[in-house]
């Protein structure tokens, strides 16, 4: 009884034949997998004519020689390489071979990987500018690399940034740097969300300097952890003698050092592409700052942090954001605070406390396009709970040599029943360039559901975070 006929055995005779007998080849777009469904890769070839290197297309294809593909996986190295926000168009195909292996061919056009854009503030509580620089694709190989200057009336400082999301080539191991030099104005509001024009009644300023590195890993394309060490010194100036309120948030005298070690894990299944946001985040973390770690301070801080994106009718967009934050004896410098970009109908930073929950629902949807300019909207709706839990019955937090890291003021109150519960609503339009790296620009203008206000809000995406 003869034996079965080997696929494996029968390809590369029928081709050989077809070659002999001068058939024309196939195209490579036209060529079906192996009758399995799955072929061998025998090598991958890249088809990078622009800046980003070979080795770096590989890298986030995570395909290679002797690994299976069909046509799911060739989506998931298309998709992979789109999200990493570096490229226009991406193409994967695979081409056979006479051995029944195939040759998969990677083809990418890059964005403009770098990009020099103006920073501008403008509200009540912070107005200014300055300049920023931001490289995405350093050398062809995807490391990023930023450096900021901004001089305004709340917030003043240099930034610099440097992000490796391909470790020795590995997508799965992340290393980030940064350091800052800032001078911050920090104003105190009376409490409560209902106020027209909410009223300053402590003005302080903060100098600081800090240094800070995380290393991250990435496990199954997944799962996400990461540790972050930080270096900082805080130096406080007197309040401002125009204001109600003149004892101290923060005493004065030298400087204290800060230091301290946030650990995260988490699940992270979010995509980017072309503006749309899929997927799922789920994380949780732990910071503690204490002599153990080389600070001066003690404290800790609990997190946890959803996101969700949605895609609806191929380029709706609905993003959900949710986080809880728990402190525990938070200096003044590291306290939570909500307004502004974190809840837009309010003023920046209006609303402090130990406890902060929030959540932001973001719908976008396309308006028009103009070649490669995308006029997007968004509606959007903020919310924030945030309390102070218990406030020591003197009014201050002291530190263990008895120094003021943190003076309440007089109206301060403690407990969850006396949290703020503030909502902000509005609507918003994004300009996204698709053939730059760095695409976000837009405005917002939000509706206090509070104090009745509206207030207008710039959104950019090329901030130095």
């Known amino acids: ?200 009644v402590r003005r302080t300023r903060l100098n600081s300097a800090s240094l800070s590195s995380e290393l991250g890993f990435i496990l199954f394309e997944r799962v996400r952890a990461a540790a972050k060490y930080r270096l900082s010194s805080i130096d406080a100036q007197s309040p401002d003698p125009e204001k109600p309120v003149q004892e101290q948030a923060f005493s004065t005298g030298p400087s204290l050092r800060d230091t301290s070690l946030r650990f995260m894990v988490g699940l992270d299944s979010r995509q980017t592409l072309h503006a749309v946001t899929e997927g799922l985040n789920l994380e949780g973390s732990y910071e503690v700052s204490a002599p153990g770690v080389g600070s001066e301070f003690r404290y800790r801080r609990f997190g946890i942090l959803y996101r969700h994106g949605l895609r609806f009718f191929t380029e709706n967009n609905l993003v959900l954001r949710s986080e809880l934050s728990v402190g525990k004896d938070l200096p003044f410098h590291q306290e939570l605070v909500m307004g502004g970009n974190t809840l837009r109908g309010f003023q920046y930073r209006q609303f402090r406390g130990d406890t902060r929950l929030t959540f932001t629902a973001e719908y976008h949807f396309p308006l028009f396009s103009i070649k490669s300019l995308a006029f997007r909207g968004v509606g959007f709706s903020d919310t924030g709970v945030i309390a102070f839990r218990e406030l020591p019955e003197s009014g201050l937090l002291r530190d263990a040599t008895g120094r003021v890291i943190r003076g309440y003021l007089p109206e301060s109150k403690s407990g969850l029943e006396n949290a703020t519960v503030a909502q902000g609503v509005g609507a918003g339009l994004r300009l996204y360039l698709s053939n730059v790296v760095l695409p976000l620009l837009g405005v917002d203008v939000a509706y206090g559901v509070n104090s009745g206000q509206v207030r207008v809000y710039l959104v950019a995406g090329v901030t130095p975070s």
């Open 1 to 200: 009884m003869p034996a079965a006929l080997n696929p494996r055995r029968v390809v590369p005779v029928l081709a050989a034949l077809l070659l002999v007998l001068g058939a024309p080849r196939a195209r490579a777009e036209d060529t079906p997998l192996s009758t399995s469904g799955r072929s061998e890769v025998a090598e991958v070839v890249v088809d990078s004519p622009d800046k980003t290197k070979h080795g770096t297309v590989s890298s986030y294809a995570q395909l290679g020689a002797g690994d299976l593909v069909d046509d799911e996986e060739l989506k998931k190295v298309e998709r992979r390489l789109l999200a990493t926000g570096l490229f226009q168009e991406v193409r994967a195909r695979t081409e056979p071979l006479p051995d029944g292996r195939v040759r998969l061919m990677l083809s990418v056009k890059d964005k403009a990987s770098w990009v020099v854009a103006p920073t501008v503030a403008l509200s009540s509580a912070n107005t200014g500018g300055g300049l920023l620089y931001a490289e995405n694709n350093l050398a062809g190989r995807a490391k990023k690399f930023a450096a900021a200057a901004q001089v305004s009336t709340g917030e003043s400082g240099l930034f610099l940034g440097y992000l490796d999301p391909l470790v020795f080539g590995f997508p799965q191991v992340k290393f980030s740097l940064e350091g800052q030099l800032r001078s911050d104005r920090v104003d105190e509001y009376l409490p409560g969300a209902s106020q027209d024009d909410p009223v300053i």
